[in-house]
């Protein structure tokens, strides 16, 4: 790598931490990816990697998953692809407020962070367009993810009262969320399984540089909950670059902001996202 193109590269990256750094409030991540490629006829090629995550501001691990995938492409613009990934997620302690049956508030069921397998099964249409040295595409994609059913544990947190205004009261006192409770049980509650289903839709454009290793590139996505009407889940956006550092070998680099588009996924992320390629 020439200083000339090593001084750009120190730049882009330096320019992504200053957005990183104004998120305090919110989650900041890693992701990195190991794959390899290999094209078994000039239409067909065939793919298989390696995923891992770390979330929570690196305090802990997220996602591993494995997968593997088929691309055809139909034409010198268009391309077909079909892929399974095996997922174990790693979900975070959450708390929700408990109503009884008269729809009155009743405390909190709060659950224990625990692993989850899943099964994903992928189908893309993805057609490109080239402009000069821009390269424009989009790609559709559907997904089906099956979660397998697990376990675990649940604090409940039951008859709310105010210590102030509690004189005489000496028997046990449990604290959650600024609020304090006189019972507490911790349960075993049950995951059951369930499909989800999604449209997820990503507008990409490159840019090739004359006689350079990087090749730019900047996308957005929509995730679309195909079981509620097409509702919006969250946006995601990545700014990153490829490095050919030769044919065979090929790293990406790439800053990604996700941001919650309804009630249920509120909240943003901002991802550093690292990947390594190798090119049978």
């Known amino acids: 790598m ?4 090593k001084r750009y590269f120190l730049m882009g990256l330096s320019s992504l931490w200053p957005t990183i750094a104004l998120a305090q409030s919110d989650d900041f991540g890693v992701w990195t990816s190991i ?33 593997v995938g088929l691309g055809y492409k139909v034409c010198r613009n268009f391309k077909l692809g079909v892929g399974y990934v095996y997922l174990y997620d790693r979900e975070l302690q959450e708390g929700k407020v408990n109503y009884n049956e008269e729809m009155e508030r009743n405390g909190y069921n709060v659950d224990h962070g ?26 559709e994609r559907y997904q089906l993810t099956h979660s397998l059913s697990t376990d675990c544990l649940r604090d409940r ?20 969320n600024g609020e304090w409770f006189k019972k507490k049980e911790t349960v075993t509650d049950g995951k059951s399984s369930k499909n989800r289903h999604y449209l997820r839709s990503r507008l990409q454009v490159e840019y090739n540089i004359p006689k350079c290793p990087f090749n ?12 509620n009407g097409m509702d919006s889940e969250k946006g995601r956006l990545i700014v990153g670059t490829e490095y ?6 090929i790293f990406s680099f790439g800053y990604l902001f996700e ?21 049978f």
């Open 157 to 176: 947190y039951r008859n709310a009262f105010d210590p102030d205004n509690a004189m005489g009261y000496n028997g046990p006192r449990y604290e959650y």
């Open 35 to 67: 794959g390899a490629e290999k094209d078994l006829t000039k239409q067909l090629s065939v793919e298989a990697g390696v995923d891992f995550r770390a979330e929570d501001r690196l305090e802990s691990v997220a996602r591993w998953a494995g997968s």
């Open 216 to 227: 730019p590139f900047v996308s957005y996505e929509i995730t679309n909950n195909l079981e």
């Open 244 to 249: 050919k550092l030769t044919k065979q070998h």
């Open 259 to 279: 941001q919650g588009m309804d009630g249920e996924h509120e909240g943003a992320k901002h991802i550093l996202d690292l990947g390594y390629k190798f090119k």
């Open 114 to 139: 625990f692993g989850q397998s899943k099964h994903r099964f992928t189908f893309d249409a993805i057609g490109s367009i080239k402009a000069g040295r821009f390269k424009f595409s989009l790609r």
């Open 2 to 5: 020439t200083m000339h193109y």
